[in-house]
């Protein structure tokens, strides 16, 4: 779970050319922080803002430039991550996070549908395993700061420090806090051969309408979650419970005969994409423990599905 790039590294150059090398290292960390990658996008455009406001006299006073585009661009997400609790008060249904396909499927996620520079991709590993990222929204901005700084990008607690403005000890309690969200006791994972025969099956079960095969591949106390985000139709509230679980999506394949499903990889690991008469209506990721569904998130909303349109 480690993406290694630490702020003393050595002083790279100052050139544009060096300094723009940098970009996709903070999009592998601004994603993790925020969950989204048009906020992440937004947070490295901001913080180059801010490098290319500096004079060239301030630029080359500054020893690592790579070390203080990190700096920048945490503070940025620092700041987001506050004014996100705030803003998803008042989102409409649940919030999820923004699901990433394979990278070589990518395209801009800016409306005009550019294809996606290699720089902008994020690193696909656990650390943005959905499920990852859902822990980690239940986490105070601090704690996500240190824990993904440290964990996950291996700085130090001094360095988080410098870069948060908290004691290093402050740092690693955070960071410790945070640790035990991510590793409370939970049933083994699934191998990812066993996770993409499930997540196979599961496909084959909607399609077929098959409840009995459905609640034989839900967890008993398996969840379902819907993100609209108030553009699109969705349940608002989680649906819990295997059983029902499987009726809601014996429900929708009775209600969408023109769906279709295939599978694809969301954030690295097993998932499906939902297209409604062509047309991309829902990307769906799941936690697999043991050889059961404990959880599908369903990602509705047209502004988290960009990076999936072909424009």
Known sequence: MTTRSGPGDGRPGTGPN???????RLINLTYRLLGSLAEAEDA??????????????????????????????????????????VRRETYVGEWVPEPLPEPGEWVSGRPGGLTADPADRVTLDESVGMAFLVVLESMTPAERVAFILHDVFRYSFAEV?????????????????????VRAPQPPAASPSQRARIVRDFKQAWEARDINALIGLLDPDATAVADGGGLVSAVLQPVEGGERVARACVDLAGRAPGLTVTECSVN???????????????VLAFDITGDRIKHIWAILNPEKLRPWTTG
Not at 18 to 24: D, H, P, T
Not at 50 to 60: K, N, T, V
Request: glycine share 10%.
């Open 268 to 282: 690295g690991q097993p998932g499906l994409v939902a297209r409604q008469d062509g047309a991309l209506a829902a």
């Open 18 to 24: 060096a300094v723009m090398s940098e970009r996709g």
């Open 44 to 85: 490295v455009q901001e913080t180059y803002a801010r490098w290319y406001a500096l004079s060239p006299q301030q630029q080359d006073a500054i020893e690592s430039p790579g070390a203080w585009l990190t700096t920048v661009a945490s503070r940025i997400c620092l700041n987001v991550l506050g004014s996100a609790r």
């Open 161 to 181: 420090g410098e870069i948060t403005g908290r004691t290093p000890a402050a740092c690693r309690q955070l960071a410790s806090s945070a640790r035990r969200r």
